[in-house]
């Protein structure tokens, strides 16, 4: 079952805060966060492991909160170069499985 | 390194014709997955190999879509009588196939199908 994002889309102003929420009614052993462009291949940000970890990447950090199988991205002092969808893909808790079972997407406008 | 390479970058057919889409993963990378991505949402699970076997092909929609990895390293997705709902962007991933918590998959550009 897919995971649910939201917000569904945010415009921003350079320098403003963001937080996009994933939410699964599946027990998740991963959940992978990429960014895409319009017509770009979805590039790799972070992944938080099962175990309720936070991890950090520049001014983008994540967090997974295991009890609500859920994983919120945090952008903070946007810059333009943030502009773009961004998925969570999660793994779910089933042994042998690998596939990234995708949101829908939070689009992220970003304007100077 | 180079990165996942998928050809073509697009693909225009007609109703009911057969195309194949390549994807060429990271050097020495074991996993191999392939997603379809329709416009405004995220990608959709098809097929994955660890090597040159497909360990998961649940997400096949049906006996039309095919994947090999003959050799453990290109694969190639074919897709039989072409239908309009096939159109989509077809992606391929890898992985260092390690199987453990922290294996990252990573993306190419894309294989954009247009069915007409």
């Known amino acids: 079952q897919q995971p649910v994002q939201s917000p569904q889309a945010v415009i921003l102003r350079e320098g403003e805060d963001a937080v996009i929420n994933c939410s699964s009614s599946?027990?998740?052993?991963?959940v992978h966060w990429y960014r895409q462009k319009h017509g770009e291949a979805p590039v790799f940000l972070m992944i938080?492991?099962?175990?309720?970890e936070q991890k950090g990447h520049e001014k983008i950090s994540a967090s997974f909160n295991e009890k609500k199988q859920q994983s919120s991205l945090y952008l903070t002092a946007s810059q333009l170069s943030y502009s773009g969808t961004y998925f969570c893909?999660?793994?779910?808790?089933?042994?042998?499985?690998?596939?990234?079972?995708f949101g829908q997407g939070t689009r992220l406008t970003i304007n100077p | 390194g180079a990165g996942v390479s998928q050809t073509p970058s697009n693909k225009v057919t007609e109703k009911g014709k057969y195309v194949e889409l390549r994807c060429d993963p990271i050097?020495?990378?074991?996993?191999l997955y392939w997603y379809r991505q329709s416009l405004g949402q995220g990608p959709e699970f098809l097929i994955y190999?660890?090597?040159?076997?497909?360990?998961?092909d649940s997400g096949l929609p049906n006996d039309r879509f095919f994947a090999v990895r003959p050799e453990g390293s290109v694969s190639t997705l074919k897709i039989q009588r072409t239908e309009r709902g096939d159109s989509a962007v077809y992606l391929c991933?890898?992985?260092?196939?390690?199987?453990?918590?922290?294996?990252?998959?990573?993306f190419g550009p894309g294989t954009r199908l247009t069915v007409l």
């Open positions: 050097s020495g990378h074991t996993a």
């Open positions: 938080l492991l099962k175990g309720g």
């Open positions: 599946k027990a998740l052993y991963s």
């Open positions: 893909g999660t793994r779910p808790l089933i042994q042998g499985a690998q596939k990234l079972v």
């Open positions: 190999f660890q090597g040159t076997g497909a360990a998961d």
């Open positions: 991933a890898s992985s260092p196939g390690s199987g453990g918590r922290t294996d990252t998959q990573y």
